[in-house]
Structure formats: structure tokens, C-alpha cells
């Protein structure tokens, strides 16, 4: 196990969230979901294993962790990427899967092998790579939030500082735009802006 549990709100040993990889070479990546876990304050255990390498383990991890509760589970492999669909395979809970570019084939057979899941069998796919990871880490809080204000009020706080870091770029690029072209800025109106309903 690389990972830790980050959040008093469960116990040791059953946190809300488990993140598997099939490699330890995996965790340069993976540890995006385990940080924004560890920023919502979202209990979780980021652990390796393999569905091919290390099978009737990956089997009696899944069963332990859904016997305790955990309550979505985060896959991350690369090459022929199993993982996360043996993992969907063995529980009842949502299981997200973060293909990962660690073959020749720069991570788009594990995309094909982790999003083309045969119907019945579900793995919630996100893309390839450091994003992907992130994303993961996102959509597990937003399953989290549907029965949790408190961390719902997280994420739109979240939310809002997303807009907000959009909204001080665009300033500063439309600052610039207008420092090169020698122009004065006009009070209240950004280039960008003009002649559009402001958003
Ligand atoms: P190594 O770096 O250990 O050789 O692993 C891992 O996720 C990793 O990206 C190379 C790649 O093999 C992947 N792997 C899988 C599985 N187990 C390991 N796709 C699996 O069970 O699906």
C-alpha cells in the first residue's frame, strides 16, 4: 500500500474512497486523485494491485473494503488496463477508471480497455493521464456530496474559484493584448467583452 487514510470521518482500515493501481509505477499519476481526496478531506487508501499480477488479492481487497463500507472505488492502470473492470466485476459500488500512458501506445489501449466495458458491468471512464486522475479524484467527492452538504458546499466553492482563476486570466491577457497595442484600457468594458452579453 502507497497511500493513506487522510479524513477522521471514518476509521482507520474502512475509508470512503479506495484508489488501486496495477503498478507502483502508477502513483507518479494516481497520487492526482489522492490529493484532491486529501483537499476535500475525503477519507481514502491508495493501494497496488493488479488484476493480471497479483488476481486473488485484488479479489479479497475489493470484497474487504465494500464489506466496509467504502463507497467508490478508483482504478489506474495502464497497457491492457483490467484493472478497473475486474474491480467493477467484484463489487456493487461505482468504480471510476483512470486509463493510464504508461505503454508504446501512449495510454490509448488502456482508454479502449477501461471505457469499452460490456453493458452490465459499468466503469465510470475518465481520460488518459495526470487529468484523468484528478477527474477521478472530482467525481468521487461529487458522488460523496449527493448525500453530504457539507462537502456539496466544498465542491461549489471549488466550483467558483475555478471561474474566478478563468476570469482573472482572461483579465490579464486582455491587459496585455492591450499593453502591445499601445491602447488605454476603456473603464468597466474588457476586449473580450465588447459587443457581448456579458457572461
Ligand atoms: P510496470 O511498470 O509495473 O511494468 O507496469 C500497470 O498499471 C502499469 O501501468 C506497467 C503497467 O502495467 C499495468 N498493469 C495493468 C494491470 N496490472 C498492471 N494494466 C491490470 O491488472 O490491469
Same mark, same amino acid.
Not at 466496509?68 to 477508471?97: Q, S, W
Given at each position: 500500500?502507497?497511500?493513506? +487514510?487522510?479524513? /477522521? ?32 478531506? !475525503?477519507?481514502?487508501? /491508495? ?20 464489506? =466496509? ?17 475486474? !474491480? ?7 468504480? +471510476? ?30 481520460? +488518459? ?17 449527493? /448525500? ?32 502591445? /497595442?499601445?491602447?488605454?484600457? =476603456? ?13
Amino acid at each position: 500500500m502507497v497511500g493513506r +487514510i487522510s479524513s /477522521a470521518r471514518r476509521g482507520r482500515g474502512n475509508p470512503d474512497v479506495v484508489i488501486f493501481m496495477g503498478s507502483e509505477s502508477d502513483w507518479a499519476v494516481m497520487s492526482e486523485a489522492a490529493r484532491v481526496l486529501e483537499e476535500f478531506g !475525503v477519507s481514502h487508501l /491508495a493501494i497496488v494491485s493488479s488484476a493480471h499480477r497479483s488476481h486473488d488479492r485484488t479479489v479479497r481487497l475489493v470484497k474487504l473494503f465494500t464489506r =466496509r463500507g467504502t463507497r467508490v472505488f478508483v482504478a489506474g492502470a495502464g497497457a491492457a488496463a483490467h484493472l478497473a473492470g475486474a !474491480v467493477a466485476a467484484m463489487t456493487p459500488r461505482p468504480v +471510476i477508471g483512470v486509463p493510464l500512458a504508461s505503454s508504446p501506445l501512449s495510454g490509448l489501449d488502456s482508454l479502449l480497455a477501461t471505457a469499452q466495458m460490456p453493458s452490465g458491468v459499468p466503469v465510470a471512464c475518465t481520460a +488518459i493521464g495526470e487529468a484523468g486522475a484528478s477527474n477521478a479524484g472530482l467525481l468521487a467527492v461529487e458522488i460523496l456530496a449527493i /448525500a453530504d452538504r457539507r462537502l456539496e458546499a466544498r465542491l461549489l466553492t471549488y466550483r467558483q474559484n475555478l471561474e474566478r482563476e478563468v476570469v482573472r486570466k482572461d483579465a490579464a491577457l486582455q491587459k496585455e493584448r492591450r499593453r502591445r /497595442a499601445g491602447r488605454q484600457p =476603456r473603464p468597466g468594458r474588457s476586449e473580450s467583452t465588447r459587443g457581448k452579453v456579458s457572461p
